[in-house]
């Protein structure tokens, strides 16, 4: 489906969607003026083409216990397809770490952390990050505050 190309009612379908995933198509089908039976085949559609990845609950990590965020720069020793490969094979295991990226610049990789507090923060480097040989450095910055996160897609 990646040939595909979208129109208006998709885009206002998936837009309705990461408003609110738990909207029934019946609703969706009302902002989208269409009946629910077509526009139940473009959400089935959208997601066999793989424009629908899955549907999430949003969570406040705050109220769970794992309100610090931090964004962790990774440089790994060298560049290497297998030291990357097994360095994203490792961080995939690790549930503190909610989003990696691989990266252009002075780093290999941004890591996204969540964490109860500073405290357990450094625990984490010492003894999680600190495990892994590849690392050559980190950089940690700490969110002070969050100002936006959409956890959407721009359409």
Same mark, same amino acid.
Not at 70 to 77: A, D, G, I, Q
């Given at each position: 489906?990646?040939? #595909?190309?979208?129109?208006?009612?998709?885009?206002q379908?998936?837009?309705?969607?990461? @408003?609110?995933? +738990?909207?029934?198509?019946? @609703?969706?089908?009302?902002?989208v003026?269409?009946? #629910?039976? &077509?526009?139940?085949?473009?959400?089935?559609?959208?997601?066999?083409?793989?424009f629908?990845?899955?549907?999430?609950?949003?969570?406040?990590?705050?109220?769970?216990? +794992?309100? /610090? #965020?931090? /964004?962790?720069?990774?440089?790994?020793?060298?560049?290497?397809?297998?030291?990357? +490969?097994?360095?994203?094979?490792?961080?995939?295991?690790? &549930?503190?770490?909610?989003?990696?990226?691989n990266?252009?610049? @002075?780093?290999?990789?941004?890591?996204?952390?969540?964490? &109860?507090?500073?405290?357990?923060?450094? @625990?984490?480097?010492?003894?999680?990050?600190?495990?892994?040989?590849?690392?050559?450095?980190?950089?940690?910055? /700490?969110?002070?505050?969050?100002?936006?996160? #959409?956890?959407?897609? /721009?359409?």
């Amino acid at each position: 489906m990646t040939d #595909t190309v979208l129109d208006a009612v998709d885009l206002q379908i998936l837009r309705a969607l990461q @408003e609110n995933a +738990r909207l029934t198509t019946k @609703e969706i089908a009302a902002r989208v003026n269409l009946s #629910t039976t &077509p526009v139940f085949e473009r959400m089935k559609r959208l997601e066999r083409g793989g424009f629908i990845l899955g549907y999430v609950a949003v969570l406040d990590a705050g109220k769970l216990g +794992r309100g /610090f #965020t931090v /964004f962790c720069s990774v440089k790994l020793k060298q560049m290497h397809r297998s030291v990357a +490969r097994d360095f994203i094979s490792v961080i995939k295991d690790i &549930p503190q770490v909610v989003e990696c990226y691989n990266i252009s610049g @002075e780093y290999d990789y941004m890591l996204k952390i969540q964490a &109860p507090d500073m405290k357990y923060y450094n @625990e984490f480097i010492i003894n999680v990050l600190g495990t892994i040989d590849s690392i050559g450095s980190i950089l940690s910055s /700490f969110v002070m505050d969050e100002i936006k996160n #959409t956890h959407g897609i /721009f359409l």
